[in-house]
């Protein structure tokens, strides 16, 4: 519980988290068109993992040296946090938050920050609107589908959370720490 | 100094998904959409565009190697010194900010006109291949307005990044916008005017059909011109002014 705690604070006092909260909140709030409502999730998913990366892991690690359980508290601490932010679009929390997560494990898996905001917005917002434009029977597959279609794509999303966090779990275990 | 800036952009691995990710982003996207393309054109599809609107994919490429050239010089350069950042060593290689701010465009612009020109090329080759020569003819005006926009692009990346001292704000910023929905096209409905905002403006460069009203190419040219530099004006002040 208390490694959980402890990512809490980390998440609630970083200046560019809250800055990103902010700015989160703000876009979450715009009507249309709904793929930019997830571009403050997929960078607020992404800071919150790879602000460890910039001197700050090995003291994480000193205190959990358990490495899924750090993970673990991560993916918890994010959940309290960002929940609350995607609670402002009832309709698409779920999604905004599995999402979250998503890019959280893709700034554990690839530890820079610039790196990961680009290959997950890359993903997200091109990507995968290309893929679904030119091949429709694609988009089951496609884990942002389920922002437009929640019907159809919501078992890739999870899928998609899962795959990534799990790899996190497995790479973070295994690799040296920084 | 160039040379210095050249070796640094390309030892970063970043760059590198940057140049493979843009030179091979718009052919693969040719041959991934050839038979619907080919179905398009036997109903008649509008074709003087064909070979030449793939090219917009790349552009992200570019757009991270301007925005890596500057944000890898803020970034922390390891666990052990905290704080440290490459920009410190450089400038007190290059203590004139002016120099550096120039040798850095100066090696941007020739690495994203090498990437631009072989991507257009390569683009429009392969559209020749696949679809008959017939439908994308060579244009050497054409294949220069494309490779200016794309470096122009880079330019914009590199001064916003410059002012934001941070490539994750540029980043969002522009990938948002190339994104399929984008936010300057949006803006279009609002007013006509956001034709002439520089993403948008620039396009008129290359392409020739479209449903919007059109801009001569020279114009297009200029006005993109003019607002890529004007930003750099702006972060070359902000850059020369400010603490590092």
Redesign the interface.
Known sequence: MSAVHAEIRKLLTLPSLLVTAALTAAAALLPE?A??RQ?GFL?FGV?SATHEF??Q??TSLLAVPDRPRLVAAKVAALVAVAGPLTLLTPATSAYLLATTLTAAGAGLLLR????S??VT??AY??VG??LR??FPASAPWLPDTALLQPSRGAAATVVCTMAVLAAAVAVLARRDA? | MVIVELRKLLGL??AW?GLILGTLAAPA?VL??AP?MRRAIAEGRDVTDLGYQNLG?GL?GAM?LG??IV?SEY??TG?DV?GARQLTATLMAQPRRMRLFAAKGAALVLVTAAQGALTAVLTVALTRAVHGTSVAPWSAGRITGAVLYWVLLALMAYAITLAARN??VT??LL??N????SVSY?LTKVTGLAAYLPDLVGAHMFLRGGPDERIPPVTAGLIMTAWVAAMLAGAAVLFHRRDA
């Not at chain 1, 820079?112 to 790196?115: A, C, F, G, I, K």
């Not at chain 2, 190339?178 to 929905?181: E, K, L, Q, R």
């Open positions: 068109p793929p930019y571009v960078i800071l910039q001197g892991f090995r820079r920050t610039l790196p905001v680009a917005l890359t917002l091109i609107p290309l434009a030119r920084a | 691995p970043t998904a996207l991934v959409n619907a994919i992200l991270i925005v890596v944000s970034t922390r666990d905290p490539g994750v980043l969002t990938i948002v190339a994104s399929v929905v949006l």
